[in-house]
């Protein structure tokens, strides 16, 4: 604003306007994220048939970029190529950079190309910027294309466009990929940081290289680099998704050792590796340590427990959480439901499922399949085929669509009670409605 008002004396004084006075008061603006006054300037540049050159055009859209106004930066930088004023590397980026930010992939490509085809220089900013706005909107297979352009330009590599390439390849689970820059990294003399490793350990995650992102604990060693809570919660999602407890422990562990704490992510993945480890002790005793941690318990939390104590058999541990779950003011949803019913069938338990059953209609949570099927297979089993089965036409009668699963615990329940006829008619309906029968 100072800068405006000292053209604007400038102008009073009649102290005529140059190119060098203006460029430097759209560059303070720029500095200071004004767009509207560097707009504003430009338009008294041409009110006042000062020549615009590259350098007020570059700072003009630096300007919009950083204000978030990148709509109005593309529109400046399509008026500078209607007038022709030869852009340069400067303000292609600007331009490429405000594309990132909208996650306009295609017209960041198309500003690489035009730059190409006008031989301007290229810049590993450029890079990063073309493969980060890539990289936001899943395009992972143009931004690793970029990668290889960067190779055959022989474009120097810096750590930022090292990490977008890195990040795009996490975004497409190429972890080897990703391995194969991370590694080239330090024949290249550049910089590795928490955010490479955090995309490295995030790729190997999405590829189900849990021993992958274990071992790049080592290596952030090696190299002096520090792990974050990002580093630790992708290292132990993976271990869990493939159900390596032991190490996700060790890992949850080590993050106590390093005084990095834990938040809602780090306490799901653990009580959830848990539970696909048949570990439920291990799964209430680390519920149990959430609340002195400072962190909020949500449902995905409950429910990991909740299933932990159903797989292991533990329905009454089961119950006893649902309840639990209530009085931490969760409300649980029909995940945590399924997961409570479920854990009912280990026993038999029909009376308490239907329990549930009751307590869902009344807190208004919309039943789905996989929660009527596992009511459905729990009376089955508690010898009630009859309940079975009006709780299967019941489920019929509403929007819940059933599967293969609701369709063999209702033909189980005619099975239990002799009724070899309804069997077969439920067997005929599945083959229509396209449920794939199980020939088992």
Avoid at 107 to 116: E, I, K, R, Y
Avoid at 196 to 216: C, I, L, P, R
Avoid at 278 to 306: D, M, Y
């Amino acid at each position: 604003d100072k800068a405006l008002q000292l053209l604007t004396v400038m102008a009073h004084s009649l102290v005529e306007w140059s190119a060098i006075t203006c460029n430097a008061a759209i560059s303070a603006c720029d500095k200071a994220s004004k767009w509207e006054t560097a707009l504003q300037l430009l338009s008294l540049m041409v009110q006042s048939h000062v020549e615009s050159d590259t350098f007020a055009a570059s700072a003009a859209i630096s300007a919009c970029h950083k204000g978030n106004r990148w709509e109005k930066a593309l529109q400046l930088f399509s008026s500078i190529a209607q007038c022709r004023i030869e852009c340069g590397t400067i303000t292609y980026n600007a331009a490429i950079s405000a594309c990132q930010i909208a996650s306009n992939w295609d017209f960041a490509v198309h500003h690489l190309s035009m730059m190409v085809q006008k031989k301007v220089e290229l810049a590993p900013s450029t890079f990063s910027s073309v493969i980060s706005a890539c990289e936001k909107v899943g395009k992972w297979e143009k931004a690793l294309c970029l990668i290889s352009a960067i190779e055959d330009r022989r474009v120097e590599m810096n750590t930022v466009t090292c990490n977008a390439a890195v990040s795009a390849c996490e975004k497409g689970s190429k972890w080897e990929k990703a391995w194969l820059i991370l590694s080239s990294m330090t024949q290249i003399e550049v910089n590795r940081n928490t955010i490479t490793f955090n995309a490295m350990v995030s790729a190997s995650e999405k590829g189900g290289e849990w021993e992958q992102a274990s071992q790049m604990f080592s290596v952030m060693a090696v190299s002096k680099v520090k792990a974050n809570l990002i580093t630790f919660n992708a290292a132990i999602s993976a271990c869990e998704k493939e159900g390596e407890w032991e190490e996700a422990l060790q890992l949850f562990e080590a993050m106590w050792r390093c005084k990095v704490e834990s938040d809602t992510v780090t306490f799901n993945a653990m009580i959830s590796a848990f539970e696909k480890g048949g570990e439920w002790e291990k799964a209430l005793q680390l519920l149990g340590v959430i609340p002195r941690s400072g962190v909020e318990c949500g449902a995905i939390t409950f429910n990991a427990a909740l299933s932990a104590c159903g797989k292991a058999g533990r329905w009454e541990q089961a119950l006893h959480l649902f309840s639990a779950m209530a009085g931490s003011k969760v409300k649980p949803n029909a995940i945590s439901y399924s997961a409570a019913i479920s854990a009912c069938d280990t026993r038999s338990e029909w009376k308490k499922a239907m329990q549930l059953l009751s307590i869902m209609a009344q807190g208004k949570v919309e039943p789905n399949v996989v929660v009527t099927s596992a009511a459905i297979g729990v009376c089955e089993k508690g010898g009630e085929w009859k309940r079975a089965l009006r709780l299967f036409n019941t489920t019929a009668l509403s929007k819940v669509k059933l599967n293969t699963i609701s369709f063999n615990a209702a033909i189980s329940a005619c099975v239990t009670g002799d009724n070899w006829k309804w069997s077969l008619q439920l067997f005929c309906v599945m083959a229509q409605t396209l449920v794939v029968a199980e020939t088992n």
